[in-house]
């Protein structure tokens, strides 16, 4: 079964607004990652933030983790039209900890449009 | 630096025919992982290699086997395959610092 659920399922905005994803998970975590996939193209990683963060930076992105309410969000600024792509969240499948980070339940993603 | 390289990279089988889907990985990872995506489903884990030598389980195994060839290679098996494996699939290493590769997928469909 899946953990991790987004929202919305589909976002479109303008090129240089911000763009904001959520995410719902269900069971305790040590950590939530965000991935960005381009149409036919693999997954590629953009952020880990660890269960005892409550926020983390990357460039332009900015992700929260709230672990009393099971969610996070990942925040866009600025966006370019490059950033249109599905984005997805994934936290650790079956038991919390261990070193196989890969081993993960994904949501079935936010597609973000950007129109230039 | 090639990252994680799947091959083929699409492939048309008829039902009952078996194939093996290749992945090698040359950053040096112990963890690798084979998923599957589907339309409006996400990624979902078949098999995954912790380690060189072993092979554990995912959420969605039945139909496949795996074998982990030595450390760079993990490779996934269709013995008899169905309709119903159609789909992407995608092979991943992971590193200790929390970050998965994936590969560019392989695309497959089962008639």
């Known amino acids: 079964s899946q953990q991790g659920e987004e929202d919305p399922q589909a976002l479109s905005i303008q090129e240089g607004e911000n763009a904001t994803m959520n995410c719902s998970y269900k069971t305790s975590i040590n950590n939530l990652q965000w991935y960005r996939q381009n149409s036919g193209r693999g997954l590629v990683h953009l952020i880990l933030?660890?269960?005892?963060?409550r926020e983390k930076h990357s460039g332009r992105l900015r992700v929260t983790l709230d672990t009393s309410k099971k969610s996070s969000s990942l925040l866009i600024t600025a966006s370019r039209a490059a950033d249109t792509a599905s984005y997805f969240c994934a936290t650790p499948l079956g038991k919390a900890g261990g070193t196989s980070y890969g081993k993960l339940t994904f949501g079935q993603g936010t597609i973000l449009t950007v129109h230039p | 630096n090639a990252g994680v390289t799947q091959t083929p990279k699409f492939q048309v089988l008829k039902t009952g025919q078996s194939m093996t889907l290749q992945c090698a990985q040359d950053?040096?990872?112990?963890?690798m992982y084979w998923y599957r995506q589907d339309p409006g489903m996400g990624l979902r884990l078949i098999y995954y290699s912790a380690s060189e030598g072993t092979t554990d389980k995912g959420e969605v195994p039945n139909g496949y086997n795996v074998s982990r060839l030595n450390k760079r290679e993990f490779s996934l098996r269709l013995e008899s395959a169905a309709p119903s494996q159609t789909s992407v699939y995608f092979c991943?290493?992971?590193?200790?610092?929390?970050?998965?590769?994936f590969g560019q997928g392989t695309r497959l469909t089962v008639v």
């Open positions: 991943a290493s992971s590193d200790l610092r929390g970050e998965a590769f």
């Open positions: 933030i660890r269960s005892n963060e």
């Open positions: 950053m040096n990872h112990n963890s």
